[in-house]
């Protein structure tokens, strides 16, 4: 019979140490970014990752109330992308 090395345990610690870099990614474009849509981009990229993160581990603790969360979280990273886009027109002068 042949063991099983590879457990899920280590694959879920896997994909959160993987988003978590691509978190610290972004950390360093956005401190590089030259434009605000860069830094639009960046806090996007913040908010999908966290979302992931979440889901991953409600899949690890078999919590299903964390995915409300990643539900909330979903909803504010649109309301903030809208406003954000909003004072970036202001900024440019366009009209909304």
Known sequence: MVKNVFSMDAFFIIVII???LNIGLGLIRLWRGPSIAD????TQLFGTAGMAILMVMAGYLNDLTLLNVVITFNVLSIILVICLVQVWKKKKGEAP
């Open 18 to 20: 993987f988003l978590l």
């Open 39 to 42: 830094r639009l981009l960046t």
